[in-house]
């Protein structure tokens, strides 16, 4: 499978049989490189409901027909805007699709909107695992650092892991190489930087300063890799 970041937290994963986007953020985002107009995934996984994850979603869901696969709570307030396929889970819950399973972990973040001056509490965030094709890809959505991380590496053997690297409203650096020992994913990747100067980092010193032990790579915007 290949998987390709297409800035902030927006991830592609392309199999021979399915296309699964996450965290949709394109119109506005500097750092994307995708047209909402020309993707059809078959899935869209959202971590949380801010509005630089939730993204495109309902646009592209309606569009392509795509199953979006989020939290309970957000996925009410989806299927409100006119989001038709809708997979609702749960922290800690784990689901069989065709294509494999997606179980929801735990965040430390926020997750809301705003509609007509008003906040919306759109549920907790999440990160989730993926396994699919014998493989399995960790997400952490938007988080902090926490020492549960080392539970998700253990119960799973991971192939890739995405920290969130930006600082501020998330982990930073410092914090994302803890994390990335605590995972032991075979292959860690740098993600939520640079999109606006409040979050920059060298994604490229992150690597750097992980354990020599640990394999970092940083996906450039467009680029994919191959697992």
């Known amino acids: 499978m290949k998987i390709s970041f297409h800035g902030q937290s927006c991830i592609k994963v392309v199999t021979e049989d399915v ?3 996450v965290d949709p953020f394109i119109s506005g985002n500097p750092q994307c490189d995708l047209v909402v107009s020309e993707e059809k995934p078959d899935y869209i996984i959202v971590t949380h409901g801010h509005d630089d994850h939730v993204g495109d979603t309902v646009t592209i869901a309606q569009n392509s027909g795509a199953t979006v696969i989020t939290n309970a709570d957000l996925a009410t307030f989806l299927g409100m805007e006119g989001v038709e396929n809708i997979a609702a889970m749960h922290i800690g819950g784990k689901r069989k699709f065709d294509f494999g399973v997606v179980k929801l972990t735990q965040a430390f973040h926020g997750s809301a909107t705003v509609r007509d001056g008003k906040i919306i509490n759109l549920g907790l965030p999440t990160g989730f695992v993926l396994t699919i094709d014998g493989k399995s890809i960790y997400h952490a959505g938007d988080t ?15 192939d890739v892991a995405f920290l969130p690297i930006g600082d501020n409203f998330t982990m930073g650096p410092e914090d994302a190489a803890i994390a990335a020992e605590f995972l032991q994913a075979k292959v860690v990747v740098p993600m939520h930087y640079n999109t606006f100067p409040l979050i920059a980092q060298d994604p490229h010193a992150f690597v750097a300063s992980l354990n020599t032990e640990l394999r970092g790579k940083v996906l450039d915007i467009g680029v994919s890799m191959t697992i």
């Open 19 to 21: 296309t699964i986007l």
């Open 144 to 158: 902090g650092l926490f020492s549960d991380m080392k539970l998700i590496g253990q119960l799973n053997e991971l």
